[in-house]
Nanobody, 118 residues
Framework: QVQLVESGGGSVQAGGSLQLSCSGSGRTLSSLVMGWFRQTPENDSEFVASINQTSADTWYSEPVKGRFTISRDTTKNKLYLQMIDLEPEDTAIYFC???????????WGQGTQVTVSS
């Protein structure tokens, strides 16, 4: 089992920055494909970014490309999402997730709220 806990959310003005963290326990996160997703106020669920086990490959959704950076610290068993130039449209609950053996997003954190005001 993998337990994931996000932190780092908050309220910022447009143009501001935040770094989200996701702490893992129960398993080494570097053995898993990891990702960030978000749920908007309209209840839409969106893929944000993902990273493979070696951190050699990363993927981003078009709305965040160039502004968000996904990374991991294997020594701390953590996943990060650095967000800059935040926009009101980035307001959402952000979740980290880990991919299981069936290539499905099997493990999820509880989410952290990000609110961007104009």
């Amino acid at each position: 089992q993998v337990q994931l806990v996000e932190s780092g959310g908050g309220s910022v003005q447009a143009g501001g920055s935040l770094q989200l963290s996701c702490s893992g326990s129960g398993r080494t996160l570097s053995s898993l494909v990891m990702g960030w997703f978000r749920q908007t106020p309209e209840n839409d669920s969106e893929f944000v970014a993902s990273i493979n086990q070696t951190s050699a490959d990363t993927w981003y959704s078009e709305p965040v490309k160039g502004r968000f950076t996904i990374s991991r610290d294997t020594t701390k068993n953590k996943l990060y999402l650095q967000m800059i130039d935040l926009e009101p449209e980035d307001t959402a609950i952000y979740f980290c997730a880990a991919m299981g053996q069936d290539d499905l997003w099997e493990y999820w954190g509880q989410g952290t709220q990000v609110t961007v005001s104009s």
